[in-house]
Structures are given as C-alpha cells and as structure tokens.
C-alpha cells in the first residue's frame, strides 16, 4: 500500500482565500475547521518561481513559495506537509507559517526512523494549526488525512 501527500493545509476560510486567489488550486474540507489543498505536478508548476530560493528540507517545495507562505500567514496560520509511504516505508514533513515566516519546523523524518515522542511531523504541524486528537486517534487521523491515499482522491479523480 502506498501514501501520498503535498498540501497546504489551514483554517477552511484562509484556504478559501488561498484557493481563490491561485488558479488550479482547490480547497477540501477536513474535520476540525480545517481544509487542505493538494499540490498537485500541475499546481506546484504554477507556483514555482525557480529564480527565487527554496525552503530546505523538503523535497517538492517551488522557488519562491516560502515568500507566498509568509504572505498568506500574516491572515492565519499556514502549514505545507508532503508525505510519501509505500509498504509501510517512507518519509513525511512539514512546517508552519504565522505571522510571515515559519514558526514551527520543518519538521521531518525518513525511512525507519521512528516518530518522535511529540508525534509525527504532520501530526504535529496539525496540532499547531489548532486540532486535537480524542482518544486512540492521532492528529492526523482525528482531522481526515487518510481518507484518501493519493492526491487525486482529494480531488475526486
């Protein structure tokens, strides 16, 4: 089985805003007010502006997003996380934006390290983001990121 992941997520209203002001972008609800954008090849093409730097520690963050991030996060926070599993091995990352630059990572693990006692790194950037996990479930399951397994299901392909 395998897992994928690259998104923004971020308060159902701010990810409207996000959504609205880049083309192809789309905004998919979660559970606890927040929703997702998934990054899609397409989407990350148009939002990369290779002249400008990039954020370490991630591997499909484009040029210049960091800068969009920061603006965006003036209006809420903001978090990008990607993730990719296949037969239980892999990685995932995240970090998070308030108030124009990153207040909290990036955050990462790789393959076969395990998760630290604070979580995983998207469970984390969630609870920064404000979700909580009731008991059993992980911040990463209590707000919906596994409903779907690859990035065209968020989008309904």
Known sequence: MSYELRALIASV?????VAAEVRLARAVRLEQELA???LTAELL??????????VAGFDFFPGGFGRRLGAWS??????????????????????????????????G??????FP????????????LGAHHPYGEDEFE??????HRHLEGWLGR
């Open 45 to 54: 093409g148009v939002l990369d502006q290779p002249e400008d730097a990039v």
């Open 142 to 147: 209590a707000v919906g990121l596994g409903r």
């Open 74 to 107: 003036k209006a809420g926070p903001i978090a990008y996380v990607e993730a990719d599993y296949f037969g239980g091995q892999g990685s995932q990352r995240g970090a998070v934006w308030v108030d124009g630059k990153i207040e909290l990572g990036p955050l």
């Open 36 to 38: 997702l954008i998934p």
């Open 109 to 114: 693990i790789v393959a076969g390290e395990p």
């Open 13 to 17: 209203e701010l990810a409207s805003v």
């Open 117 to 128: 006692a604070e979580g995983s790194p998207i469970s984390q950037v969630l609870r920064r």
